[in-house]
């Protein structure tokens, strides 16, 4: 069974940087997609980041130019810097992977901007 551990999670005020770590127990070699969603309470679960196999990246609108994505196939692991957060960021933040036809998530870290 896949299992996906995110970290990096937690208080943070407005103006402040955080990197959020996605590790997974397969290997990154056969992830097509490694992304990171994100929860808000009230609204629907939307896309934040995604990157490829190829390093391609694709970024939700609202984080353009202060959220980066990478990926260390080598450690099985997916990153996010967040910078310049906002209070609009907070929300839970889940780790997505795509391999095969098949998606797993993991359970999510909470992301708290203060204002």
């Known amino acids: 069974q896949v299992q996906l551990v995110e970290s990096g999670g937690g208080l943070v005020q407005a103006g402040g940087s955080l990197r959020l770590s996605c590790a997974t127990s397969?290997?990154?070699?056969?992830?097509?997609?490694m992304a990171w969603y994100r929860q808000a309470p009230g609204k629907q679960r939307e896309l934040v980041a995604a990157?490829?196999?190829?390093?391609?990246?694709n970024y939700a609108d609202s984080v353009k130019g202060r959220f980066t994505i990478s990926r260390e196939n080598a450690k099985n692991t997916v990153y996010l810097l967040m910078n310049s957060l906002k209070p609009d960021d907070t929300a839970v933040y889940y780790c997505?992977?795509?391999?095969?036809?098949?998606?797993?998530w993991g359970p999510g870290t909470q992301v708290t901007v203060s204002s």
């Open positions: 397969i290997s990154a070699y056969v992830l097509d997609v």
């Open positions: 997505n992977v795509l391999g095969a036809s098949h998606a797993y």
């Open positions: 990157i490829t196999t190829g390093g391609s990246t």
